[in-house]
């Protein structure tokens, strides 16, 4: 869905509270819950696996001879710059393209003018890091934080094919060092853009693939309010690669009382239903899975009880309502929902 026409948008959180699950309306801002950091449970739950690599084409015309050609996956003849005189003619394939092209991408991106050019060379810088050679040298030549200065670009399809080229580049481990400094951004574009966009969808990418190892996953630690409002108003695409993001959050013990303290729409109890997709309840079960390996104290629970619409009160506190979805869930026709569900209930 792109990003024209009026769309819904994430916004406050005190009305979010109350909306179900495919909720419509429109949002405007919100400000995230924080809260103080209790003692710490060291159970290792389960994790999301790494995001895939994306490569695509954008609907951006493919011009023979282009280098965005060259790293589409076609076997296309051009030319070198400096070989122009001669006529010289090579066959250039995308894992192979050569450090100069990638300088005049970086350079022509900067200079341009025009929202499609700029649309292309990042989808053509995009698909060349898909090759770990290309992530290195864009990270030599200084080109992420010249992609991620798109990522405000006044145009959306700009701000796509930025957050695609960075979901490929932190694929590298030394890229996300670089990476890591535009989650603020990247979390901004989830929230004003417009439900089931593109823009969202490849922002979760990339917050997935950053996300995956523990390492980085404290700078997402205010964002937990944010991804379960997002799971609430959400289609089925969104919803499974916000919860690839909860999940991977979740599986690290030092994140749980960040996780449990976070405001909840009461309405992502919704979800736990057989008209929901089988893609996205497994992936919710390993959330709540994650959640249930945390053990609070007496006194940390007594004190969670006391904050009013909080994860877990939400979820996992005896008054929720869970326990009881939980069981109904047990008659899901889906044997490998119900074998999740028996695992949590036990």
């Not at 709540?288 to 904050?307: C, F, I, M, T």
């Amino acid at each position: 869905m792109g990003d024209g026409g009026v769309v819904p948008r994430l916004g406050n959180m005190k009305a979010l509270l109350g909306i179900v699950a495919g909720a419509g309306a429109s949002y405007g801002l919100y400000k995230l819950i924080s809260g103080q950091v209790f003692k710490k449970n060291k159970k290792i739950p389960q994790s999301e696996s790494p995001g895939v690599k994306s490569s695509q084409q954008g609907g951006v015309e493919l011009r023979p001879g282009s280098l965005l050609a060259k790293v589409s996956g076609l076997d296309v003849v051009c030319a070198r710059p400096d070989d122009a005189a001669s006529g010289e003619i090579i066959h250039q394939s995308p894992n192979k393209l050569e450090l100069h092209h990638l300088k005049m991408l970086l350079s022509r991106l900067q200079t341009s003018d025009d929202p499609s050019d700029r649309s292309q060379f990042l989808l053509t810088l995009g698909n060349a890091a898909a090759f770990t050679v290309n992530q290195n040298q864009i990270r030599e030549l200084e080109g992420i934080p010249i992609i991620a200065g798109f990522l405000p670009d006044p145009a959306p399809e700009v701000r796509v094919q930025a957050l695609n080229a960075l979901n490929n580049l932190c694929m590298n481990i030394q890229n996300q060092e670089q990476i890591k400094l535009y989650v603020p951004q990247v979390l901004e574009l989830i929230e004003m853009s417009a439900v089931n966009s593109d823009l969202q969808l490849g922002a979760l990418r990339l917050l997935t693939n950053l996300s995956v190892t523990d390492k980085h996953q404290h700078l997402l630690k205010e964002s937990v309010t944010l991804l379960l409002s997002l799971l609430v108003v959400s289609n089925e695409a969104l919803q499974v690669q916000t919860l690839k993001v909860l999940v991977n959050l979740s599986s690290n013990p030092d994140m749980m009382d960040d996780i449990v303290q976070a405001q909840a729409p009461a309405s992502v109890l919704l979800l736990f239903d057989e008209r929901t997709s089988p893609a996205v309840l497994l992936r919710l079960l390993t959330f709540v899975g994650n959640l249930k390996a945390w053990r609070p104290s007496a006194q940390v629970a007594d004190e969670l009880r006391r904050k009013q619409d909080c994860l877990f009160r939400v979820m996992l506190d005896e008054s929720s309502q869970m326990h009881g979805k939980l069981v109904q869930m047990l008659s899901h026709p889906d044997r490998e929902i119900q074998v999740q569900v028996a695992r949590i209930l036990t």
